[in-house]
């Protein structure tokens, strides 16, 4: 390691450093102070507040009417593939069976690595 050369200051050099210092930090706050500040009314805020609310209800009932209609067209799915094709409709929930029983380990051990 190399030495560092350390200088030593005095008192009065310290000192005007220090006082230097608390200077410019008072002159920042002052000009921080300095700059206009806006607070909205009450209104605004009310009327913010209700437009999230009525964005926030059309995203619900969009997505709602979206996962309605998928479930709708599986389950259509299912109930023609069971009474068309019985054994389509059992492979099926066989398949997706293991299916979930395989993603479930795989997680499982992939949190269980983790951790350790």
């Not at 102070?33 to 913010?48: A, G, K, N, R, S």
């Not at 979206?66 to 068309?84: D, R």
């Amino acid at each position: 390691m190399k030495k560092q050369k350390v200088v030593i200051l005095d008192n009065e050099q310290q000192n005007k450093r220090d006082l230097d210092a608390i200077h410019a930090l008072q002159e920042g706050l002052t000009k921080v102070d300095q700059f206009p500040v806006y607070t909205p009314d009450l209104q605004w805020f009310e009327i913010m507040i209700q437009t999230e609310k009525q964005n926030s209800r059309k995203k619900l009932m969009k997505e709602l009417s979206m996962f309605i209609m998928i479930a709708l067209i599986i389950l259509c799915g299912i109930i023609v593939s069971f009474y068309q094709m019985p054994v389509v409709f059992i492979f099926i929930q066989i398949i997706t069976s293991i299916f979930i029983v395989l993603y479930t380990f795989t997680r499982f051990s992939k949190k269980v690595n983790i951790n350790e």
